[in-house]
């Protein structure tokens, strides 16, 4: 079955630092990737996505390309901001029809000043 | 952009009770909608899918006596939490999936419930 499997947190960064929270995929045929991120008490905002192999999702600095040979979508950030801080979500899906986003578990980030 | 909403925002009710939850697209019709519980701190755990006009599909372990879910039309679905008790506090968050030929979904901004 399709599985999304994120690096765990919680992930504690100084403001302008790099980030990277790693995403890997298991599924059948050829799926979209996404990542969700969540702000504290607020529901999931879509934040980037890639719908085949090679292609780059980016988004307010955010970015994650599809790679195929090696089923990741890693999430980069060059210079976090303290406004990033929030959960943050790597998903999937195989189809058009009912089958819902696959999520991975999520992954905590704190940015401090 | 596709915008979901969700209300109430908040809920504090007394056990026993029952709870409805809606959730509307707004700018878009929504054949499938979704709906997610979170617990504080984790992942979203689907709970159901429900189809315009048709009876929901509810993932196992949840009990669809319990949450009641209606679709009632392309740009509305309902969760009623029946007969509230204090384990059903939780995170609602509902999602709504386009017609045909769009495989992203769009996320409500969540129903707090708190059941005292």
């Known amino acids: 079955g399709n599985s999304v499997t994120q690096m765990e947190g919680p992930v504690t960064l100084s403001e302008e630092a790099f980030l990277t929270i790693n995403c890997t995929y298991t599924?059948?045929?050829?799926?979209?990737l996404f990542w969700y991120v969540q702000y504290p008490g607020e529901g999931l905002q879509l934040l980037l996505k890639a719908t085949k192999a090679d292609d780059k999702g980016s988004n307010k600095g955010f970015e994650a390309t599809y790679r195929k040979e090696t089923t990741s979508f890693h999430l980069e950030k060059g210079s976090v901001q303290v406004s990033d801080s929030a959960v943050y979500f790597c998903a999937l899906t195989t189809s058009t029809g009912n089958t819902p986003l696959v999520f991975g578990k999520g992954t905590r980030l704190s940015v401090i000043a | 952009g596709a915008v979901v909403s969700q209300h109430p925002s908040r809920v504090i009710c007394k056990s026993g009770t029952s709870v409805k939850i809606e959730c509307r697209s707004l700018d878009f019709q929504a054949t499938t909608m979704f709906w997610y519980r979170q617990f504080p701190k984790k992942s979203l755990m689907l709970m159901a899918t429900?189809?315009?006009?048709?009876?929901?599909?509810?993932e196992q372990g949840v009990e669809k006596d319990k949450f009641l879910i209606n679709h009632a039309s392309l740009t509305l679905s309902t969760l009623t939490v029946t007969s509230a008790h204090p384990e059903d506090s939780s995170f609602y968050i509902c999602?709504?999936?386009?017609?045909?030929?769009?495989?992203?979904?769009?996320f409500g901004p969540g129903t707090r419930l708190t059941v005292l």
């Open positions: 599924a059948t045929g050829y799926p979209s």
């Open positions: 999602s709504a999936r386009a017609t045909a030929g769009v495989n992203e979904q769009f």
């Open positions: 429900s189809n315009e006009g048709s009876k929901a599909t509810y």
